[in-house]
């Protein structure tokens, strides 16, 4: 008899997971293989019972013409039959009664609790979020444990049933065997010369075998009664959804479990559906219910996630490919999977699963972004103790000091940017800033470059303005700023961060690009809510794949030494625009351009009739600007991520 090599684990029972119903599937498969060779075998076997009755009748009738050996010959053959029925056919019969009997009502019953928790776990999916009723939840969440509960206890009854089987059925196909060979020798034991002392070993050592079976059997069924017993003493929280106790994992670098993923059925309509999902390598994989493996739904290397608001379900998030043009919307049952996903997606975006030791890479990334968030209470204040990013490493790249940057290998993250580097998401205008700008009489920033009489001197002279609507995301202190690169890595980092603390809110700002300056203002109040003078922006860049992120770098002194010329120190500001970031970039580079004009007044004559002017020949005009910006007073100044 070949051994029992697997056997299903009673611990996989609740999570439900594909795996385990495909080697469920493989059990019933052979539960099924075996009913119906028992009842072909159970056939011949009844055939066989026959022919022996039928050959005890034909004996009988033969003794009456031999009347020497009538109770000789017709008692043996009878004896013959009885032996047949008892140890041949009997056990077959009671093995399909019982056993395989069991197994069918066990699995309608497994069946039926798994429906009912589909069910359940689909009312509790269309939970609302934002008009939540507390008794709703409750018997909601009641619910769903109750049929969670069933489930496992069905599923637990029908994986033990099951892996008795492999057990038993090795016995009920030798019980017959036996009987029947038991059968034929006592039946030609008329003549000791037939049985030989080998068969009696043999029929001995299968005896022994059928034993032992039985035994192993007794003890698996005892510790699966046991496990049992275990697994359904615990508490009722372990069946509830959004019950998690242990704390959220932000280092993995793979996950697997059921999702709800939205797809559309019409122009404006959409359907949820509960999936399981699971990483391998790179990729999103999916496996529906029924599906032998899994198939890649999406590749995550360099893709982007982050937390949406979704017809009012909760704990949903969006993963969107590198080019921007596949995007899906899955949602989590509780809020430790939701952001688990969400950590563990954006870790495989970095391709950590690609070095030597993933699970370390991972833990001390996910402690810089825990570092990168410690509040900023200014752009000009940093916090006491934390690193120059000029000085914090020897070597360190200075924009300042003409030095080239050099060419070669790719410059690693810590080149760029300092460990945990602090990250400011929002800009604070200080009351004392706010006080002065308004003191004279309320007045406000225009920021369509219309001028009277009071405007200042540098209003005057600037031969560019251009207004953009722009987001912003964030600031760092970097190390070097003579190195686009260095925008790159500090995006990545400020939208990880984001998506790593849940941080998704973002105001809506006017960002003024004129002939001098850089100014980011308020569309309500107009105030001017922080000011760069152009030749402090010493790097700008839009993103490489996302064109609406655009970002620069600002060189700044830190005289925190005493020195009197002080350090050059430099520092990152990320955007997101409504427009193409590259337009951004094009109007501070046409700015640094006409700022070096001013130094040739033909060179400015020259550049000056090579653009268009306004109707009073002083603005510089560039491509008119969609209604992004002019509308954006009027709309809702609070936008999504």
Known sequence: MPAV?????????LQDSPQTRSLLSVFEEDSGTLTDYTNQLLQSMQRVFGAQSEMGLATEQLSQQLLDYEKKLNSLHSELANQMADGMVFPLIQFREKDLTEISTLKEIFGIATDEHEAAMVKYS?????KENEKLKSDLVKEVAYTRRKQHQGSLQYYCALNALQYRKRVAMLEPMLGYTKAQISFFKKGIELVSKK??????????????????????AEAMRGSQREFLSVEDTVYMPDKDTEPVNRTLIQKAGYLNIRNKTGLVTTAWDRLYFFTQGGNLMCQPRGAVAGGMVLDLDNSSVMAVECEDRRY????????GKTSMILQAESKREYEEWICTVNNISRQIYLTDNPEAVAIRLNQTAIQAVTPITSFEKRPEGSPNPDRAKPGGVHAASGGSQKTGAAPEPEDLIAPGTPIQFDIMLPAS???????????RTNPFGETDDDCSTESDDSLLQQVFAV?????????CGNNQEVIYEAMRQVL???AIHNIFRTTESHLMVTSSSLRLIDPQTQVTRISF???EVCQFAAHQENGRLMGFVVEGRDWSDGDEEGEPSFSTFVFESNTEGEKICYTINLAKDITEAKKDPEALAQLMKNMPLTNDGKFLLLEPETGDTTNGAEEDLESEA
Do not use: W, Y
């Open 496 to 498: 990880a961060a984001r």
């Open 316 to 323: 949903c998030f969006q993963i969107t490919s590198p080019s």
């Open 126 to 130: 269309r939970l609302p979020k934002k």
């Open 471 to 479: 987001r912003f995301q964030g600031s760092m202190a970097v190390r």
């Open 199 to 220: 068969m009696d070993n043999f029929l001995s050592s299968v005896s022994n075998m059928t034993q032992n079976i039985q035994a192993q059997l007794d003890v698996e």
């Open 533 to 535: 003078q152009l030749g």
């Open 5 to 13: 090599h697997h056997k299903l684990l009673l611990e996989e029972a």
């Open 433 to 443: 800033e706010f006080q002065d700008q308004n003191r004279a009489g309320g007045r």
